[in-house]
């Protein structure tokens, strides 16, 4: 990349609309419908567990949760990356939005998951390992939060954020392969292949039925996309606006 | 015109040794603090002879960790304080060779802690721990952590919470590491069969060889400005 | 990229082109044009944060510019930086040494850095800690020297690998009289030895005496720019107090 080539900071900050951009609007009409039309799936449509009870339906909110939050984060590492590459700050924004609608994400995942096993394993919280890596993953973001909070030169503030949210994703992936290495872990895996033999405790079948099938293919796109790009969307927005202000104090003072 | 990259790499090895020679400022604070650190958890835990062996894997691997946090502060501090990074960038030499440098030196204190903590924990808790696929654990747990480390720390030195930083970014990113070595010392300490965790030893190895590519290719921009 | 030799065959030596620096969104260079020619020993004043360090860091290659181009006999920065680090020393306000090393141990990893040979910085290192009136403290560790003879031990660093270029930040913060008249007399051999020497400061008196051109910064652009002959401090000081007033009403 050649330094002439770099938009100076002034010209960066512009190009900026006022009002709520279409593409916005209308993601975020499809997103209201989409978890109001996965609400109805998750506890109208599907049939009540024979096992679990009702309890079970949460489930439909749980698992997509979780990759909503992937997605998110996996927004941050394409952002760093793009970052480092580019110096472009929108893609710091990217990174930045990732991560708190990650966490965002990941605590609706946590605390379905604490909801619905108090009454399945009848506790809380237990030191699964695949809780306890979850736990460690919204740790280490909150870390990322604290790391940019304690630079003071912005441009290696988005440069040290980068490189930490790249390396933070290492958490994510554990998070998500744990229950594949670690069998002595109670949580149930429902989807591929599993290494669990008894241990995972209230497992069930979501090849089962129809209405378990259908309730969380709808539950599944909301959740893990419309709900996270629209949430990043307007965390973007809301940081392009907040940078203007600071541009325009800037221009007022000087 | 460019000095020869393990020329440079070495340099800045020699010149760590060198000055914790002189000062004895890293060891000597890291074994003070592995030492206390041991007393203090076998109080806590009540670890006593019939101790068990999963608590003694944990005990070493998290004094280890924490030993190395205060070193690799201390040791980047050095370059932050005098502006001797500044020295370093000036020079005509390969950036990730700073990298190099310090990684090594940071994991040979790191390695002397670790081999002073071995005679220590034998004698306090009666079993051996002088065995050979243990010292391999053990080294390349070091070395992964040393790794993120050096890169976290470079790049928390130059914050403003500074030193209270490098823990709390650095455990999570350490957290695989850890683990691996953890799992695998322990059945190394119950005399459980190779074929049982062999595979702790491999994951360990792969973790080793991902993080110190990412942190070679990340490196460069945590020292540029 | 290869035609070039080392550092030569340029009339400008070093030359910045509308070269931009800011830091967020708080520009501290804002498109300065300087070129400067071989041999010449320019002294960069201006009131602080009007961009002197910002220009020494980049013209070192500590950082990278904004917008703009900065060229070093020919070499292109940051890109092209490899060859140009071997041709630059640098003093800045920090002294740049490992305290609990001594003068000669902290030259020696310095001189391994710069690959020079063994034996012969052994030679260097002694003739240059004598020059910096050292050479009786070689085997204390640093952290005993005062600010000045650090600031020496410094500036010998700096000169350690013969460097066409010397850039110094603020040298005299913090010498005193003793240690100033040194470093006046080091700057002198120096600039007599040929090199081309920019060297930031407050000191007017100095920098007319010494110098042999004045580039005074406001607010990221060049604005005053003549050779120094003919200059005493007092006029400076008019020229000085004329040139930032005016960017300040501005």
Known sequence: MSAVSKATPATTEQAQTTGRPLGLTILTVLTIIGVAAGLYMALGYARTDLEQGDVQRIFYIHMPAFIGAFVALLGTVIGGIMYLRTRNVKWDKLALAGVEVGIALALINLITGMVWARPIWNTWWTWDPRLTSEAIMILTYAAYVMLRQGIENVEQRRRFAAVYGILAFVTVIITLVITRVRPDTIHPVVIGPSVQTDTAQGAFEVAASTGVRMALMVNMPVWALLVPVTLMWYRIRLENLAERVQALKLKALS | MKTPFLKAVFSIVRKDLQIELRSRELVSSMGLFALLSILIFSFALELDRNARREAISGVLWVTIVFASVLGLNRSLAMERDQGNLDAMLLAPIDRVAIFFGKLIGNLVFALVVGLLLLPIMTILYNYNLFQPWLIAVLLLGTFGFSTVGTLLAMMTVQTRARESLLPIVMMPIALPVLLAAVRASTNILTDNPIADWIAWVQILVVVDIIYLVVCFLLFEYVIEE | ?250
């Open chain 3, 1 to 250: 990229m290869t035609q070039h030799s080392a550092l030569s065959t340029q009339h400008s030596l070093i030359e910045t082109r509308a070269l931009v620096k800011a830091f967020g969104m708080l520009p501290v260079l804002r498109k300065l044009d300087l070129s400067i020619a071989r041999g010449e020993f320019v002294a960069l004043l201006g009131p602080n944060g009007s961009g002197k360090s910002t220009l020494l860091r980049l013209l070192a290659g500590l950082s990278k510019p904004t917008a703009g181009d900065i060229l070093v006999g020919g070499w292109k920065l940051p890109q092209e930086a490899a060859p140009v680090r071997a041709q630059i020393g640098m003093v800045s306000h920090k002294v740049l040494l490992y305290e609990n090393l001594n003068a000669r141990e902290n030259l020696r990893f310095f001189a391994r850095l710069y690959n020079l040979p063994a034996a012969k910085a052994d030679e260097r290192i002694t003739q240059l800690l004598d020059q910096v009136g050292l050479a009786r403290r070689t085997h204390d560790p640093v952290r005993t020297f005062s600010r000045g003879m650090q600031q020496r031990l410094s500036i010998a660093r700096a000169l350690l690998h013969n460097p066409d270029i010397l850039l110094l930040d603020e040298p005299y913060t913090g010498l005193d009289v003793d240690a100033s008249a040194v470093l006046d007399n080091l700057l002198r051999d120096a600039h007599k030895g040929g090199r081309t020497i920019i060297m930031s400061t407050h000191e007017l008196g100095r920098a007319a005496a010494l110098a042999s051109r004045v580039v005074i910064l406001s607010r990221g652009v060049v604005g005053y720019d003549a050779p120094t002959a003919g200059l005493d401090g007092l006029r400076l000081s008019a020229i000085y107090t004329e040139t930032t007033s005016m960017a300040s009403a501005r």
